[in-house]
């Protein structure tokens, strides 16, 4: 076996040393020096070093320094030589100085003269490289006595012309002999750092071979590539192979926690306490707080902290951090837990009296054992207050659990309820509604009952009970009306009442938005709240009978401006503006206002976010940017799952209607599945309807005619009882005059001729060319052609390109079937290149079929169309990926989930045709 297999990387360390045997070899005597902290790997080079010699047919004698046998002179040599020496039988004829020390019988006795002892050791030399090649081996020789050292470096002078090799294995900043040796101009030196990541996988996947490769980055950025740290943690990897990537560090195995104690411990007396309380206190520890927390002086902490840094158990800089998480692991691991939970406790107090930032003095509570201390609570809720932006809401929500289990006083329970159940409401966490409740139960201030009545509405909201949402948010009007609280409270509660009516299909009558327009009268234009004003005033016109383009596209870009700013993020019924907008023909629009990644970064809120994405898609579908908007509707309906009805149904029915032009009806009704069955499916919210909605279209689209007229009945008599009308999203007319067609019926000619009086009233462009389309399609043989033209003309204008592209292709299929498939091309190619700009896959399908029933052969170039194209998010994600980041690191920096994030790479690696991560990057500089 090939002796350097077991080990990984150094090559061009092995390489230099093989040279340096060669040159040994040819008489040219040498001395190599193999130099690193402890556990980098120097026994281990060493002894591939010693196991090529063997294969070159060398002899090899070893010994190793010993820590405590540092005052025994020649201790080392006589390990080394001694047997070695008797089994050649060259200690007869060697002088009487070598027998005293290397005969065992003589029980290693150097002579009084020094100088004979180096020649006798020099001449046992020459007599056992006489038979051969020579390497002498000394491991740990920082550890080995003075007069060893001396002997070998007596041997080296006179090294020239045998061939005889030395090599050391020694940790740095030794005792002076061995520099003279180590660091001599003749020496190799080969100074070993800790291994690349390349390398440092492979060792862990050597050791560990089912460890993930979340486990494997996170084991290798514990232990920065250190090999005995790497090696420890791999074999518990092994052992635990279920373990969570964040966890990883924490494995610290025995083996680590003794090498890291050995060398605090060897760095002095204060060292062991100035090492925990930089690890207790973790990251930015000052000197100043590790002061505080040990209760040394400043000057003994920073004469530890050297040593520390010099035993590699902290860095170098400041503040005061570990070399390696590992270390602190090992460090913690050795704490019994009252200790531990007592040091972060001071932690906590010495960081709060420090004026560090308080979300940092209540994460050390987190570790601490709850005593009902209110000091304990208010630190905690002062890190909960301090705390924001994307994962400080589950920071939030931990710091409030653990001030609950303290427990508050009476005086602050409301107060640490109400957080955490707020909290919990942003993360979609089912505990929100409990303690909300529990909050509500212990209160009767006003403002805080008002406060809890709209949380709880928002809760009841997302989970679809909507007459519960309504019932709070008004009496929590009429109880701020009637104390005079201040108008943009009120004007909050009565926006999102409002909103919460329109949403819940309860009627929303004149006299509310009448209200509304008094209310907003009275604000500052402009400010959030007269923002929020508008947006549910566009919201709640946007959906009644007899609105127009005109009455409400005002009210909604007025809120448009700055949507979702901080300050709306407790007031959720600002985001019905968004489908409204796109219906407005404000698409591009709303995808100027909303980010997702700017949301996530501002609220933390995960509602927030994903019901943000889900409108940014359906505005990206109106502006035909499929591929993003594809991924983006995907990402919300994973993100919503099974538990949140009301945010699913949204999602899936914009994927849906997605999917229908971007890869066709099958794949739309497979996306309609995850509605799954049941009453929650379509939940009796406007989102619901939007589902139904989608199902008929994409049952229209796969020619079930049956099942597109059940369902755009059930959203006509669903729309019917709440007093709504919306032409462009919830086009029940549309859908079923397209069903009845499908079916034969004439009485899908009526509703068609409706649908499109009902757009032309409405007055989005888009929308009455789509109704043209529908009607072209229905309408009598002879005045379909002129409908069809009508609709291309105006979809011509009405920056909808998808509608543009439909239009077109009706057109040209009612030419090519009128006999006249030469007028049919124009417009059919039209409808192709439209819908490869859109990345709408499946209509360019279908206008490609038309082409060819009219004799046209597509060039090949548009037939492989997207295959190799990402979509935006997945080459963002394959980036990430590409740099070596973990799924949760990426979803971390895209505020997405990490399913979407595996959702992404997965369709990357399909397209790209790749199996590994590891092809990643060479792939996407090939794309680029
Ligand atoms: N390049 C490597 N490839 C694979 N394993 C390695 C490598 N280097 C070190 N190891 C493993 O890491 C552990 C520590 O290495 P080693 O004992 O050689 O360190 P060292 O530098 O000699 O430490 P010390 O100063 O404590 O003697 C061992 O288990 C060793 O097998
Ligand atoms: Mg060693």
């Given amino acids: 076996m090939d002796p350097s297999s077991r080990i990984f990387g150094r090559s061009a360390e092995l390489r230099r040393a093989r040279e340096r045997l060669a040159a040994a070899a040819r008489g040219d005597g040498a001395v190599l020096a193999v130099v690193a902290e402890a556990g980098i790997g120097k026994t281990a080079l060493l002894e591939a070093v010693v196991g090529e010699a063997r294969e070159r047919g060398w002899t090899v004698l070893s010994a190793r320094g010993a820590r405590l046998e540092g005052q025994l002179a020649f201790g080392v040599i006589v390990r080394l030589l001694a047997r070695a020496a008797r089994d050649a039988g060259v200690l007869e004829e060697a002088p009487e100085a070598a027998r005293r020390l290397l005969d065992p019988r003589g029980g290693t006795v150097p ?52 061939p005889v090799a030395v090599a050391l294995g020694l940790r740095p900043g030794g005792a002076p002999v061995l520099g003279a040796l180590a660091d001599d101009a003749r020496t190799e030196r080969l100074a070993l750092a800790p291994l690349g990541p390349a390398e440092g996988r492979r060792l862990v996947a050597q050791l560990a071979p089912q460890a993930t490769d979340a486990q494997v980055d996170a084991a290798l950025a514990a232990t920065g ?26 494995l610290a195995p025995d083996g680590v926690v003794r090498l890291v104690l050995d060398r605090v411990t060897a760095a002095g007396e204060d060292a062991v306490a100035v090492a925990r309380s930089v690890a207790v206190l973790g990251a930015d520890a000052e000197v100043r707080h590790v002061a505080a927390h040990t209760g040394l002086s400043a000057d003994a902490v920073t004469t530890a902290a050297d040593a520390l840094t010099a035993a590699h158990v902290l860095g170098p800089g400041r503040p005061l951090e570990l070399a390696h998480a590992i270390v602190g692991a090992a460090l913690l691991a050795d704490l ?27 994460q050390h ?52 309820l109400t957080r955490l159940g707020i909290a919990e409401r942003h993360l979609m966490r089912p505990g929100a509604r409990e303690h909300l409740e529990a909050a509500r139960a212990l209160t009767t201030e006003p403002e805080a009952q008002v ?52 949403i819940g299909l309860v009627p929303v009558g004149d006299a509310v938005l009448t209200d509304l327009d008094a209310r907003w009268a009275d604000l500052a234009p402009g400010t959030p709240i007269a923002r929020l004003v508008d947006a549910v005033q566009a919201t709640v016109r946007g959906y009644r009978p007899g609105a127009t383009v005109t009455q409400v596209a005002p009210y909604a870009r007025r809120a448009l401006g700055e949507l979702v700013p901080r300050e709306l993020v407790e007031r959720p019924a600002s985001l019905g503006l968004l489908p409204v907008a796109a219906t407005l023909g404000l698409h591009e629009e709303v995808l100027d206002a909303v980010d997702p990644a700017r949301t996530a970064r501002e609220t933390g809120s995960l509602w927030q976010t994903l019901a943000v994405t889900t409108w940014r898609a359906f505005a990206g579908l109106q502006a035909g940017r499929l591929a993003e908007a594809e991924a983006e509707a995907l990402a919300a309906a994973d993100g919503f799952g099974d538990d949140l009805p009301v945010g699913r149904a949204a999602a899936v029915a914009i994927l849906a209607l997605i999917l229908v032009e971007r890869r066709g009806a099958h794949a739309a009704a497979e996306a309609l ?116 033209r009508e609709a291309v003309e105006l979809a011509g204008t009405a920056g909808v390109p998808l509608v543009d592209a439909r239009a077109r292709l009706a057109l040209g299929g009612h030419l090519r079937r009128s006999g006249r498939p030469g007028e049919a091309r124009e417009p059919l190619l039209r409808a192709l290149e439209i819908a490869l700009e859109c990345g709408a896959l499946g209509l360019r399908a279908t206008v490609q079929e038309e082409l060819e029933a009219c004799g046209v052969q597509p060039a090949s170039g548009a037939r492989d169309g997207t295959r190799g194209q990402l979509t935006p998010s997945e080459l963002r994600t394959a980036r990430l990926a590409a740099d070596g980041l973990t799924n949760r690191e990426i979803a971390q920096a895209l505020f997405v989930t990490p399913k979407t994030v595996e959702t992404h790479l997965r369709a990357a690696f399909r397209k790209l045709d790749l199996k590994s991560r590891r092809e990643l990057a060479g792939a996407l500089r090939q794309a680029a």
């Fill in 111 to 162: 002579d009084d003269d020094p100088f004979a002892t180096l020649n006798a050791v020099f001449w046992v030399c020459l007599a056992l490289a006489d038979r051969g090649p020579l390497l002498l081996v000394v491991d740990d020789a920082h550890w080995a006595d003075d007069a060893s050292l001396r002997a070998l470096a007596f041997v080296r002078e006179r090294l020239d012309g045998l």
């Fill in 225 to 250: 590539g250190h090999p005995y740290y790497l090696v420890a943690l791999a074999d518990e990897l092994a052992a635990v192979p279920s373990v969570a990537p964040e966890a990883v560090a924490t």
């Fill in 336 to 362: 019994p837990a009252g200790q531990r939970a007592a040091s972060h406790r001071r932690a906590a107090e010495v960081l709060r009296a420090a004026g560090a930032p308080p979300a940092r003095a209540a």
């Fill in 365 to 416: 509570l987190l570790a601490t054992d709850p005593l009902g201390d209110p000091d304990v609570v208010e630190a905690l809720l002062a890190g909960a207050a301090a705390a924001r932006g994307p994962g400080d809401r589950e920071t939030q929500v931990a710091l409030l659990e653990r001030a609950l289990a303290e427990p508050p006083g009476d005086r602050r329970r409301v107060e640490v």
């Fill in 451 to 502: 406060n809890l009545l709209f949380e709880l509405a928002a809760v009841a909201e997302l989970e679809g009970r909507m007459a519960e949402a309504i019932e709070w948010l008004e009496a929590g009007l009429a109880r701020l009306d009637s104390d005079g609280a201040d108008r943009e409270a009120r004007a909050v509660l009565a926006a999102n009442a409002a909103a919460s009516r329109l």
């Fill in 673 to 788: 599945e995850r509605l799954g069955e049941g009453p929650l499916a379509i939940p009796p919210v406007i989102q619901g309807l939007m589902a139904r909605a989608a199902r008929a279209r994409v049952a229209n689209a796969l020619g079930d005619a049956r099942t597109a007229r059940a369902e755009a009945e059930a959203l006509r008599d669903a729309m019917d009882g709440a007093f709504i009308e919306q032409p462009v999203h919830l086009p029940w007319r549309r859908e079923l005059a397209i069903a009845l067609r499908l079916e034969g019926d004439p009485a899908a000619l009526e509703l068609a001729v409706a649908h499109h009086e009902l757009c032309v009233a409405f007055g989005a462009p888009a929308a009455v060319a789509d109704a043209l389309v529908v009607l072209g399609e229905t309408a009598a043989a002879d005045e379909r052609e002129g409908r069809l």
